[in-house]
């Protein structure tokens, strides 16, 4: 359905004219890509389209960011600046099985305190396959686009979201907030995406994999020229700051206020109660998938009322009051042509399928993990067998099972290489691993290059601009052997490489020398040891202060460490026993390299009625919160630990207990409740 457009008041001025040019055209593409109700004919459009464009570039100060124009995208950049994000944007828990939803819906009723009979209020949503992203409006003009990133900092994409047509560069309506950080997801619908590999074959280029793979690369182009002739999408579906207006009081409610605003809001949404509501809209979503004009791959739950979810909180990464309901994994049938090892950052040899290419999962797959030696021979895969590949998401792909009565006879068993394929070190598996190593460490060019990628990356060094191919020619050309090498890296042999101009050399010098000042905890990460996560790196930095503690301490004291675990203290201890990690550390500490400001080591436990004992906490206990628990037992000398062992000396168990109960038990362990916690903390043991 089309209509003229309405005719602007008579002897209009300039001004006038191009204020009336930008609200119809805004209008019409509100009409064709959020509603699918096009108003206009393409040529009227373009018509209106090429009369603003003359009226801008007569008078350039009547230019506005919320102009249409300006949906063509700037000049190329150099690279995309950082963005902090003023809140988290913060990853999901997932669910996949109906006992899943069952157990976050009582999580959720028990922590609201909500009496039987009484179902807590979702708010349900579908699970886009695209590309998370926050917009920023000030006084209701769009100012800034940034991707996820880290959930703390994102990258500006501000000029190529600038693009996207369904999106509107100035909200509607009264109650525009002073400042919005709307989030939401970018994605390419499948008409859309079929479209554009048409025109990719036509030209002769290069096709794109899936939906997802070419959203997140358009919206990655350092030209928003080309962006621009991508046909990228937006839904929201979230909310960062806001100011100026009240936050409305349920997700719902802010939702439909963002459709008023003229924000698209996708319409597959529903309100349910209580756990058997989300699973009724999980199957419905579920039976009309296939025709839905996106892909997603699951769908969202979130507490429906704010009060609630303020109340509810985060766990660590993630909010407690949403949760992802996936869909099952998908799965398809192929042949193995060849399985070959691969060699991690950490030395580990993995066995990988090398497969007839299969489309499964949103994607082509050529490759799957076979994860290690024992899996191979457990699920008996073999060379020349019919086997079942399943993909789920950005999952990497994996061999199921094989059809064993599709196998040839001339199948051939994978045999594990006793030498590293890429530097012909031997392989060794220790008794206790499940995982076979290459011994060659940062010898070996393979480790070489994970190591010095995961040196660089953004939660170690963050390192800007050293990516994986340059990477792999400072490694190939035996520029760099050693994270260390890096810092000597000089301005004329960055600008001889390939892709590296020279204001991209001299980036990547400068982020080098940023680079330099760092913290103990990121040094730590940047390693790479085995079992070393941020979250242990910052522990170790806290307990210990300064590194040279660190690398002297016996697995005894590292045990000391919160949530420091005798597999963890012994990969720790193993890395800085290698004499050739302690050279590259003092070439890192080396005058001009890597500094840090140390600080005082953690002050030693008290000693108390449970100095040297170790407890868990699991469960919810009747009238002590966990973390005050925690405080108590630690006032007391006692280390509490995450998970259980045979050097646990208590379990402290409350309603809901799980799988630490079972363990305890298992191990003889004793278990006290929270009467007994209290008596052992008064000095009574058992």
Same mark, same amino acid.
């Given at each position: 359905m089309v209509r003229s457009p309405a005719r602007p008041p008579e002897e209009s001025t300039a001004a006038q004219r191009a204020a009336w040019l930008r609200a119809e &055209?805004? #209008?019409? /593409?509100?009409? %064709? %890509?959020?509603?699918?109700?096009? *108003?206009?004919? +393409? $040529? *009227? %459009? +373009?018509? &209106?389209? #090429?009369?603003l464009q003359g009226i801008e570039a007569e008078n350039p100060e009547l230019v506005s960011p919320d102009s249409p124009t300006q949906r063509v995208g700037g000049e190329a950049a150099g690279g995309f600046e950082p963005v902090l994000h003023d809140v988290p944007m913060l990853s999901l828990n997932n669910g996949f099985a109906d006992e899943d939803i069952v157990a976050f819906d009582k999580r959720v009723a028990d922590a609201l305190d909500k009496p039987e009979g009484d179902p807590v209020e979702y708010a349900c949503e579908l699970k886009f396959d695209g590309l998370a992203i926050s917009l920023r409006y000030v006084d209701g003009v769009f100012v800034q686009a940034s991707t996820r990133g880290d959930g703390t900092t994102g990258e500006n994409v501000t000029e190529n979201v600038r693009t996207i047509r369904s999106l509107p560069l100035r909200l509607k309506g009264e109650h525009v907030p002073k400042v919005l950080d709307v989030r939401g997801e970018v994605l390419m619908f499948r008409r859309d995406f079929d479209r554009m590999n048409e025109r990719q074959r036509e030209a002769g280029h290069k096709e794109f994999a899936n939906p997802r793979n070419a959203a997140a690369g358009s919206l990655r182009q350092l030209d928003p020229k080309i962006t621009a002739q991508r046909p990228l999408s937006f839904f929201a579906y979230g909310i960062g700051v806001l100011e100026g207006e009240p936050m409305p009081a349920t997700h719902s409610e802010l939702l439909d206020w963002y459709a008023q605003m003229g924000l698209p809001v996708n319409s597959e949404r529903a309100v349910v109660k209580g756990a058997q509501g989300l699973l009724d809209f999980f199957r419905a979503v579920g039976e009309k998938r296939d025709a839905l004009p996106y892909d997603i791959d699951g769908v969202v739950y979130k507490v429906n009322r704010r009060t609630e979810q303020d109340a509810l909180g985060f766990v660590s990464r993630a909010p407690r009051f949403a949760l992802a309901h996936k869909f099952p994994a998908q799965e398809a049938l192929t042949k193995v042509v060849a399985i070959d090892v691969q060699v991690g950052r950490t030395g580990a040899i993995t066995p990988v399928a090398r497969l007839e290419p299969v489309f499964v999962g949103g994607a082509t797959v050529t490759n799957a993990t076979l994860h290690n030696e024992d899996e191979v021979r457990r699920k008996d895969i073999r060379i020349g067998d019919t086997v079942v590949v399943r993909r789920a998401g950005d999952v990497i792909p994996e061999v199921v099972s094989a059809l064993l009565e599709r196998r040839p006879v001339d199948a051939r068993e994978f045999v594990m290489p006793t030498e590293c394929p890429v530097c012909g070190s031997s392989i060794e598996r220790l008794p206790d691993e499940a995982i076979a190593r290459c011994t060659g460490g940062l010898f070996c060019p393979a480790q070489r290059k994970q190591a010095l990628w995961h040196f660089a990356q953004r939660r170690a060094l963050d390192i800007d601009g050293l990516g994986e191919k340059i990477i792999d020619q400072l490694v190939d050309q035996n520029l760099v052997r050693t994270p260390a090498d890096l810092f000597n890296l000089g301005f004329s042999t960055l600008a001889e490489l390939d892709r590296m101009a020279d204001k991209s050399a001299q980036n990547l010098l400068d982020s080098l020398e940023k680079a330099k000042s760092t913290t103990l905890a990121r040094f730590i990460y940047a390693l790479g040891i085995r079992h070393v996560g941020e979250s242990t790196a910052k522990d170790l930095a806290k307990h210990f202060g300064s590194l040279d503690p660190i690398m002297d301490a016996s697995i005894e004291q590292l045990l000391e460490v919160n949530d420091v675990g005798p597999i963890?203290?012994?990969?720790?201890?193993?890395?800085? $026993? *290698?004499?050739? /990690?302690?050279?590259?550390? *003092?070439? &890192? #500490?080396? @005058? =001009?390299?890597? #500094?840090?400001? +140390? =600080? @005082?080591? $953690?002050?030693?436990? @008290?000693? =108390?009625v449970l100095a040297g004992k170790t407890v868990v906490l699991t469960g919810t206990l009747p009238t002590l919160k966990r973390e005050e628990a925690k405080e108590m037992l630690e006032a007391a000398g006692a280390k509490v630990a995450g998970s259980v062992s045979k050097k646990t000396d208590y379990v402290v168990a409350g309603a809901d207990a799980g799988s630490k109960l079972a363990k305890a038990e298992e191990l003889g362990v004793p278990v006290l409740d929270e009467e007994g916690l209290q008596k052992l903390l008064e000095g009574h043991t058992t």
């Open positions: &055209l805004e #209008r019409a /593409n509100h009409a %064709y %890509y959020v509603l699918d109700q096009p *108003e206009l004919p +393409d $040529a *009227e %459009y +373009d018509k &209106l389209f #090429r009369e963890v203290a012994e990969s720790i201890h193993q890395f800085f $026993a *290698e004499e050739h /990690n302690r050279t590259v550390i *003092e070439q &890192l #500490r080396a @005058p =001009g390299k890597v #500094r840090w400001a +140390d =600080g @005082p080591p $953690a002050p030693k436990a @008290p000693v =108390g």
